[in-house]
Structure formats: C-alpha cells, structure tokens
C-alpha cells in the first residue's frame, strides 16, 4: 500500500509540475519572509546606529566654525575677551544660531549670554577637553579651552590670544600690577583654572539625519508592505489552484460521465436481450439447477440495469423542479418508510416544533435522504448501533442531518468519497454519493461528510430556507 501511494504522488508530481511548484513556493515562503524581515530590521538598527554619530560630528563642525566665526574672525581678539567678559553677549548677539553663550573660569562662569530664559547649563554636562556634546533634538554645545592655560586640539599649551606659544598678561581679574610675575607663576605650577567659551546653538543637522531616520523607518515598512503583497499573491494563487483544480475535477467528471453515458447504452441493447433469454428459458427448462442458473443470470441483469441507470442519472443534467417544501414533514415520512424496509435499523429522530420551509425538489429531498439512511445503515450494521437524525436551522440554510458512531476519516477521503465509481462497499457502485451531490448542488444547496464528535460521521445536507431564499 506505502508503495502504490509513493507511485500514485510520483504520477500526479509529473502529471501536474505546476502543483509541486506550489508546494515548494508555500514551503519557501515563510523562510524568505522571515529572513526579509530580519535583514529589514538589521538595516534599520543600522541606520538608527549612525543618527548619533552623524549629529555629534555635525555638532563638532558647527561649533567649531562659530568659534571661528565669534572669536577669531570677530571684532574682538580672544585676548580682549579675556580682558573684556562683559562684551559677551554683544559679540554673540549677531549670531541668531547662538541661543547662549558662558564665558567660564574652570567650573565658574564669569560672563553669560542666552535669549532663552528657562535655560541652564548644567556643567555637569560640559565635556572636560575641546569638544562639542548634542543636549536634545533642537540644540547642541560646544566647548572650547582658550587663554592662559588652555590646550588647543593637538594637545599643546596655547596663550590667552589663541596663539601657540607665550604666556600673556591674563584677564584683568587675574592679574595684579603689583605683582605681574604671579600668573607666570601660577601657569607654571598647573594651578591657574583653565579658561573656556561655551556656545549652546540650535541644530542644523536636520537635512542630514533625516535619510537615516527615513530609512530606519523604511526598510520595516517595506518589509510590511511587501509582506502583506506577498500574503495576497499566496492568497490570490491559492485560490485560483482551487479553482483550476475544480475546473479540472468538473472536466475530468464529465468526461467521465460522457464516456459512461455511451457505456450504458452500448450496454442497455444486449442486456435486455440476455435478460429476455433468460426468462424464455426458466418456462423451457425442467431441471433445477438449469433453472436456478437462468434465475441467476436474470436478477445480473437486473443488477446491471440499476448500474446503467445510475450511470446514466450521473452523466445527464438533474431535472429540478424547486418548491416551498415542509422539511420536517418530508423527512418524516422518508423516515417511516425506510423504517418499514428496514425494520432492524434503530434511528433517532430530533425534529423541530412546527414546519421548517425550505426551498428544493421534494423527489430529489428524498432520493437524497434515503441514499444517506442507507449509506449510515451499511456503516452501522456490523455494530447494530442507532443512526441519529436531526434538522438544524442556521441564518440562510436548513440542514438534515444524518449521524451515525464510526471511527474519523481523513479529510482526502472525505472528498474522494464523492467521486464516481468510489466506494468502499463489496456491492456497491460508487455512485450514490456522487450523484445525490450534484441534485443538492443543483437546488442551492449543499452536501458533505465530517467528522463530528466522540466518534461520530455527520452527512449534512443543506437547503436554503424559504424566507433566505
């Protein structure tokens, strides 16, 4: 058996390639979308990685050309400054990019400018060498040492003037006429406190972060977006496999039934005649066996003839007279009369109070339902356990339905169970099933086999209500 299912998979995988491609590509799917995300993430923490650098050096470059721009290019030398610290805030008041500017003496701050008045610097914050720190979004801060005592960037004693060498006077504070060798002193000791200028700037790194905060944000959202579009092309391609699969079962079925049509009439001419031979013969023969072998051959005949007559019900178009039925009562009196064929059978009948209006063929609600009956009776003889009945009503449909105990079937068998000539019975044809599926199909409703519970399979059968309809 593992062996004709491994032959049967290998058939249908060269039969139809374009399934084992639909097979891979729903395996490879979520492989490729987790991966996808992974690296769309990966480029996104990357790029919110550079945010902070990139405004850092932008803070370095502006500090530094508004030091250049203040203090060496300014209407004042960094040696008057020194001397001058009141003239802070008119040099700096020029500069609109400039919200506030410290004049400081190590942590001491001499000489203050800022249009913000909720502003503070913390100094805490100040970086301890040449340097510039981002404080928020909107504003930055450069530090930068000058005068006596001071280190320029490559790490060299500067003078208070800015430039390298020389010890200079001091700012005016500093320095006592008396006593004019003091700061030289003090220098050379390391005990003179260090002079600094800081400026607190507004940003102008805007235009270049902002690719990179677009694109932190970016890479996850196409991620998203092409994940979603791959969702609907699964979803699309799914669908459209379902539906190519059922135009070729419908195709593969009325090929099937074309074929058995012609079938069963080839067959219906000489099977009339072997039946009328038979019977011209059991009023000629005296001897019983010849007798009994004639009988034989007459009720094959008769066999046969219900072969050919589902066959041909199968191939041809359901005549379907659609009405407002009683369900209830419909089934009732199917009920009863399979119940005088079939008095061993033990059944279970739960009806609804008062009529249930459905719309359908009252012949074809019966020729289905008994096909059910007789089908739950086949499956429940060898235990003798009782078939239960039941009509449900939903919001659009009436569904009878027929249980009976009996171990679950898989869901392809399920399926395959409906396909003509496909049965599991020693005398059965197969057609049954088939056949009571397209005259429910061709009254608007539907039939199917479930697996319901504590062992149970469900045949329902549905209609549409008469007030849905």
């Known amino acids: 058996m593992n062996n004709m299912n491994s032959n049967s998979d290998r058939y249908e995988s060269k039969q139809n390639p374009g399934a084992t491609r639909r097979k891979l590509t729903l395996a490879l799917t979520p492989v490729l979308i987790i991966a996808s995300g992974i690296l769309a993430f990966i480029l996104s923490g990357w790029n919110a990685s550079r945010i902070a650098p990139l405004r ?31 003239e802070l805030a008119a040099l700096v008041a020029s500069f609109p990019q400039v919200t506030a500017a410290f004049m400081m003496q190590g942590s001491e701050i001499v000489a203050s400018y800022s249009n913000l008045t909720e502003f503070e610097l913390q100094t805490k914050q100040l970086p301890h060498e040449t340097g510039a720190i981002v404080l928020n979004d909107r504003f930055s801060l450069y530090r930068r040492f000058f005068g006596p005592g001071a280190t320029g960037e490559n ?11 020389g010890i200079g006077r001091g700012p005016r504070w500093m320095r006592s006429d008396s006593e004019p060798n003091d700061q030289t002193e003090a220098l050379s000791s390391g005990q003179m406190p260090r002079m600094s200028i800081v400026f607190v700037f507004q940003n102008s790194d805007r235009q270049l972060i902002m690719p990179l905060v677009y694109q932190k944000w970016l890479w996850p959202a196409v991620w998203f ?33 074309q074929m058995s049509a012609r079938l069963a009439h080839e067959i219906r001419n000489p099977l009339g005649a072997i039946r009328g031979m038979a019977q011209i013969l059991q009023k000629k023969l005296n001897d019983e066996n010849q ?60 009806a609804l109070e008062g009529p249930v209006l459905g719309v359908g063929d009252e012949n074809a609600i019966r020729q289905i339902f008994l096909n059910l009956l007789k089908n739950a009776a086949d499956a429940a003889d060898a235990e003798k356990l009782p078939i239960s009945v039941e009509i449900a009503l939903s919001e659009q449909n009436v569904s009878i339905r027929v249980i009976n105990v009996g171990e679950p079937i898989s869901e392809k068998r399920l399926e395959e169970i409906f396909e003509p000539f496909v049965s599991s019975k020693a005398h059965g044809y197969g057609l049954g099933l088939p056949i009571s599926r397209k005259l429910a199909n061709s009254m608007g409703g539907s039939l199917r086999l479930f697996n319901g519970e504590n062992h149970s399979i469900v045949a329902e059968f549905r209609l549409p209500q008469v007030n849905k309809a």
């Open 155 to 165: 790490g060299r004693r500067r003078s208070h003037d800015g430039n390298v060498g």
């Open 225 to 257: 977006a092409l994940t979603i579009l791959w969702a609907l092309v699964l979803l699309f391609q799914r669908r459209t496999a379902s539906l190519l699969a059922q135009i070729q079962k419908e195709s593969h079925l009325a090929t099937i039934g």
């Open 291 to 350: 007798l009994a072998m004639a009988r034989t051959i007459e009720q094959e005949t008769f066999r046969l003839d219900n072969l050919t007559g589902g066959i041909l019900d199968f191939s041809r178009p359901p005549v379907i007279n659609p009405a407002r039925i009683d369900i209830s009562s419909v089934v009732s009196d199917t009920l009863k009369l399979f119940q005088q064929q079939n008095p061993e059978v033990k059944l279970n009948f739960r």
């Open 56 to 86: 850092q050096w932008a803070a370095e470059r502006d500090g530094k050309e508004l030091y250049t721009e203040i203090i060496h290019e300014g209407p004042m030398s960094p040696g008057q400054l020194l001397q001058q610290p009141e």
